[in-house]
């Protein structure tokens, strides 16, 4: 009996030291996906700053403008594809489109990058064939602070690229069409 039960304990010990290939696969998909976010966030903070070092509404007038709609208007470079095996990214008007697999996780999402006085959101939205545990996973790479960052009721909607002083002016922007 305590043979059995020593040999059960270490069976035990041993399948808890398992080597589990799945969170190698999520780790992979979220490092990729966090190259991108980060990549991303830096390129508009140095914008914002660029934008705002001789006006303080500097952002939102680029914004507002068109003139910080683009990957060139904010000097972004996306990550060289071998660093991104299962990713694919594309340029939209302020943001990205990204489409992952890899192995039980899909996601395709679109990206637009808002920004609320110097905060930085990610209004996401996830299209058809996109997976549960994919979505999962993009919704840990992407979280924004605060659930809100919009008010309907004032000048800052929804769709609204950038808005400052708290809600009370907000932009569209505007698709310059280069």
Not at 67 to 73: F, G, K, L
Not at 151 to 166: E, L, Q, W
Request: net charge negative.
């Amino acid at each position: 009996m305590k043979r059995t039960l020593i040999i059960a304990s270490l069976a035990f010990c041993a399948a808890s030291f398992a080597y589990d290939g799945d969170m190698d696969i999520y780790h992979e998909l979220k490092e990729e996906l966090a190259l991108v976010r980060d990549g991303y966030v830096a390129s508009i903070n140095m914008a914002m700053e660029d934008a705002q070092n001789s006006d303080p509404a500097g952002w939102f007038k680029a914004r507002d403008s068109g003139e910080a709609e683009d990957w060139d208007d904010i000097e972004y470079t996306p990550p060289e594809k071998s660093s991104l095996p299962h990713v694919d990214i594309e340029e939209i008007p302020y943001g990205f489109k990204i489409m992952a697999k890899h192995d039980a996780y899909v996601v395709n999402a679109t990206v637009r990058v808002v920004t609320r006085d110097s905060d930085i959101f990610y209004d996401v939205t996830f299209q058809k064939g996109s997976n549960a545990p994919g979505k999962e996973i993009f919704g840990e790479v992407f979280r924004n602070d605060r659930k809100v960052f919009y008010d309907n009721s004032t000048p800052c909607k929804r769709a609204s690229v950038t808005c400052i002083d708290g809600y009370s002016r907000g932009t569209l922007g505007k698709s310059q069409n280069k």
